[in-house]
């Protein structure tokens, strides 16, 4: 499975909930706002964190290890929680069907994770290089991992993927392909956009450059719209863009910023897009940054700022978000981590 590290956002979030607990040095100082607190069901697995033995058992109960990278504060971490492993019909297909175990990004807990690795849970997540929380990762049989999903996914969006794993399609498909095929359609209509370009050869588009992939089984992208693509802070770092929309299910050709002829169903896949709406931005032909989960307008529209501000020349993402955050927070801006 191929995933850019620089997808989005956990260290910011890191970042800005470590500022937040620090005493603010004058009183015009800002503040970190939207982080949530959410323990994780008591019904998650008690592991020992030796993973091969948790994956053992899973697979004598005919079920799959579910690893859940979850960060305390983690607002996305809290909304799937909520919508996902504690309401029911998925709760309880979860239950049944996979033994799930919490690891915390910035723990310090010993894993096991297989006979050559054994390290802390912090030092598993960075060489898993888990970027974005929730990081939900399924094993096989073999300790092996089958998908990976970074950051939220709706619930109706995640029944699939469960699904996916538990009936061991992975062993003969593409997640992709899979999602295709059972997706519900005509959930959603395009909307249009007046910051959307009609752009048909993206190799010609100077600078940067954002792509947004729906399609009509998109589930949050009325919610990407209505509050994303609506507030005035997204508005102002998209102006540096040229923005273009496709449809992740059409078959109308395209040539990709690297000068290949494709359609747009083709490129979607072939990017590994699973989440709608997904967010693929580049400069002059290189992917910089991608989003295929749900945001949040601070977290969204900083990444952004990051690539049309020019910050990506002289610093990586992590280094922009530690500077950006101190910068707002000297500047007595208050950071707003939730919707």
């Known amino acids: 499975m191929k995933h850019l590290t620089t997808m989005f956002c956990v260290f910011l979030c890191v970042v800005a909930i470590v500022a937040g607990n620090v005493s603010a040095d004058t009183q015009n100082r800002g503040s970190i706002k939207g982080g949530v607190v959410h323990a994780v069901p008591d019904w998650f697995k008690e592991s020992f964190l030796e993973i091969q033995d948790d994956v053992d058992e899973a697979t004598e109960a005919n079920k799959h290890v579910l690893l859940f990278f979850q960060l305390n504060g983690c607002p996305y971490c809290d909304r ?10 998925l709760m309880s297909y979860i239950q049944a069907h996979f033994d799930v175990i919490a690891i915390n990004v910035r723990g310090d807990r010993e894993i096991a994770f297989n006979e050559e690795v ?3 849970e912090k030092e598993l997540s960075e060489t898993l290089k888990v970027r974005a929380t929730p ?9 092996k991992p089958v998908v990976r999903v970074d950051g939220y996914r709706s619930p109706e969006r995640f029944e699939h993927i469960l699904r996916y794993v538990s009936s061991k399609a992975y062993e003969s498909q593409k997640l992709s392909s899979y999602l295709d095929a059972h997706l ?4 959603y209509s395009l909307r249009t956009n ?10 010609t588009v100077n600078g940067p450059l954002a792509v947004i992939f729906e399609d009509s089984g998109c589930n949050d992208c009325d919610e990407f719209h ?13 102006q540096a863009f040229t923005v273009v929309r496709l449809d992740a ?14 359609s747009h169903k083709a490129w979607a896949e072939k990017l590994e897009m699973t989440y709608r709406p997904g967010v693929v ?6 992917l910089l940054r991608r989003y295929d989960s749900l945001l949040f307008t601070h977290h969204f529209k900083e990444g952004f700022r990051w690539i049309g501000s020019g910050s990506y020349k002289t610093e990586d993402y992590q280094t922009y978000s530690e500077r950006r955050t101190e910068e707002l927070l000297s500047a007595g801006v208050d950071i707003d981590l939730g919707r």
């Not at 990081?135 to 300790?143: E, H, K, T, V, Y």
């Not at 519900?184 to 959930?187: P, V």
């Not at 609506?230 to 770092?237: G, L, S």
């Not at 931005?281 to 290189?286: A, E, I, P, S, T």
């Open 135 to 143: 990081g939900i990762l399924f094993l096989n049989a073999d300790n």
């Open 118 to 120: 054994s390290v802390t």
């Open 184 to 187: 519900q359609r005509d959930l």
């Open 281 to 286: 931005m580049y400069v002059d032909g290189r």
């Open 249 to 262: 299910d059409s078959l109308e050709e395209i040539v990709d910023p690297a000068g290949n002829k494709t």
């Open 80 to 89: 799937m929680l909520r919508e996902a492993f504690e309401s029911d019909p």
């Open 226 to 238: 209505d509050e994303l693509l609506a507030h005035p802070d997204v508005q102002k770092e998209l």
């Open 194 to 203: 007046p910051m959307f370009r009609n752009v048909n050869d993206l190799s």
